[in-house]
C-alpha cells in the first residue's frame, strides 16, 4: 500500500460547484474551511463563508431563530473514519452538521500536485440542482504549540 499523502491539515483555497460550463461558489469566492485526515484514519471538514454575522448572545447554544438560520446557510462540517484509495477518498459520515449525511459515505476522486489537494464530488443537489463540487485545498503550514 502506498503511503498516504492526505495526513494533515489542509486549507480551503477554493470550493466551486459546477453544472456544465456554468460555475457557482456556494458559499461564496472568499469562503474558508480546513480538511484535516488522521493517520489513524479520521476526518473532519469546516467550511464557512466570509463575513458571518456574531450572534447577539454569548451563549453557543443560544441565538435567535435568525441568527441560526443564517449561520446554518453558511457553514458545512462532518467527520468520521476515511479510507485513502490512491485515486479516491471515501468519508464514511459519522457526524454532521447536515443530518442527512451521518452514516452515509461520501466519495471524493482526488488530484494532488505538490502542496494542492483537488477534491471533485460526484453530482449532489446544491441550491438545488444537480451539480459536482470542486474543493481546493493548500497543505496548512506546520505550527507550533505555542503559534
Known amino acids: 500500500m502506498e ?5 494533515g491539515a489542509w ?5 466551486e460547484a459546477h453544472a456544465g460550463d456554468e460555475v457557482s461558489y456556494p458559499l461564496g469566492k472568499d469562503a474558508s474551511g480546513f480538511i484535516m485526515y488522521t493517520p489513524d484514519g479520521y476526518m473532519s471538514v469546516l467550511i464557512m463563508a466570509a463575513g458571518r454575522r456574531n ?12 441568527e441560526k438560520l443564517a449561520a446554518a446557510g453558511t457553514f458545512i462540517s462532518y467527520g468520521g473514519a476515511y479510507e485513502f484509495l490512491g485515486d479516491r477518498v471515501v468519508h464514511r459520515i459519522e457526524t454532521a ?11 471524493r ?3 494532488l500536485e505538490g502542496d494542492e489537494l483537488l477534491l471533485t464530488t ?6 438545488g440542482k444537480s451539480r459536482s463540487g ?14
Not at 3 to 7: A, D, S, V
Open 55 to 66: 450572534f447577539a448572545s454569548d451563549d453557543i447554544l443560544g441565538g435567535t431563530d435568525e
Open 109 to 111: 476522486y482526488i488530484h
Open 3 to 7: 503511503p498516504n499523502p492526505l495526513i
Open 122 to 127: 460526484p453530482p449532489m443537489v446544491i441550491h
Open 97 to 107: 452538521f447536515y443530518p442527512n449525511r451521518v452514516g452515509t459515505e461520501q466519495v
Open 11 to 15: 486549507r480551503l483555497v477554493t470550493y
Open 134 to 147: 470542486r474543493l481546493l485545498w493548500q497543505r496548512a503550514a506546520p505550527r507550533s504549540p505555542n503559534d
